[in-house]
C-alpha cells in the first residue's frame, strides 16, 4: 500500500495531483494545505511519500522547513517537490534541505508520474534543465575540495547529476543494476554524501569544481 501526502495551497492543483497519482497507483492519497498542516498530518497518518509545493501562503513555517524537519524526522522519507519557481538558487536550497526530487509545475503529468517513481523507490530526481542549471550556479560559488574518483565513478556522477535513474546509468555505461547501486554508495562514503539527495547534489557540485569543466 503507498500512502501519499500531497501540500500544496491551490486547489485545483492537488486535485491535478491526485488524479496523477490515482493513475500511477497510490492507494491512498491525504491532502494538506499548508506547511503547519501537513506536518500535523505527517505525523498521524506516516505517508510513505511526500509532495510538497514551496511556495505557500500563511502563517507558521516554511516549506523549506517543513522538507529540514521531515528529513530530521526520517532520512528515508521521499520527498518530491512541485514547485512553480525553477531559479536554480530555490532548488539547490530545497536538494540543501533534504529534498529527493524537484519537478516544475508547467511539466506534463508523464514527467509527475516519472519524478513520483523514482522518488518513490528512494532515487534522486531533477530534469535535465534544472540539473544544469544548478550546475551552473555552484560553478560561481565556491564548493569545497573533494578526494579524486575513478573514471566510471566521473561517468556515474555525471548521469547523477543530470537526473538519471540507476537503470538508466546502468544502460548506459552497460553495467549491472547492482554495480551502479554498489558505485553511489562508494561515493557517497567518499564525497562524504549523507544521503541519496545529498549525492546528486555533491555530483553536481563536483563536477562543478572539478579542472576543466565548463
Known amino acids: 500500500m503507498t500512502r501519499v501526502l500531497v501540500i500544496d495551497d491551490h486547489p485545483i492543483v492537488l486535485h491535478g495531483c491526485r488524479r496523477v497519482l490515482e493513475d500511477a497507483g ?3 492519497i491525504l ?3 499548508s506547511p503547519t498542516e501537513g506536518y500535523s498530518l505527517y505525523q498521524r497518518r506516516q505517508p510513505d511519500i511526500v509532495i510538497v509545493d514551496l511556495a505557500m501562503q500563511g502563517k507558521g513555517f516554511s516549506g523549506l522547513d517543513l522538507i529540514r524537519r521531515l528529513r530530521q524526522r526520517n532520512e528515508q522519507l521521499p520527498i518530491l517537490v512541485f514547485s512553480m519557481h525553477g531559479d536554480p538558487v530555490i532548488v539547490s536550497s530545497a536538494l540543501d534541505a533534504g529534498a529527493t526530487g524537484y519537478l516544475l509545475k508547467d511539466t506534463a503529468p508523464e514527467d509527475l508520474l516519472e519524478a513520483f517513481d523514482m522518488v518513490r523507490r528512494g532515487l534522486p530526481y531533477l530534469s535535465h534543465q534544472i ?3 544548478v550546475a551552473l550556479l555552484r560553478m560561481r560559488t565556491p564548493s569545497k575540495k573533494f578526494g579524486a574518483v575513478t ?8 548521469l547523477l547529476a543530470e537526473g538519471h535513474s540507476y537503470g538508466q546509468i546502468a544502460d548506459d ?4 543494476y547492482k554495480t551502479v547501486v554498489n558505485t553511489c ?4 562514503v567518499k564525497l562524504g554524501a549523507r544521503n541519496f539527495p545529498d549525492l546528486i547534489r555533491t555530483a553536481i557540485e563536483y563536477l562543478s569544481s572539478s579542472p576543466g569543466r565548463s
Open 131 to 133: 540539473a544544469t542549471q
Open 31 to 33: 491532502e494538506a494545505s
Open 185 to 188: 554508495s562508494q561515493l557517497k
Open 173 to 176: 555505461l552497460g553495467v549491472s
Open 151 to 158: 573514471p566510471r565513478e566521473l561517468q556515474t556522477l555525471a
Open 26 to 28: 497510490a492507494d491512498e
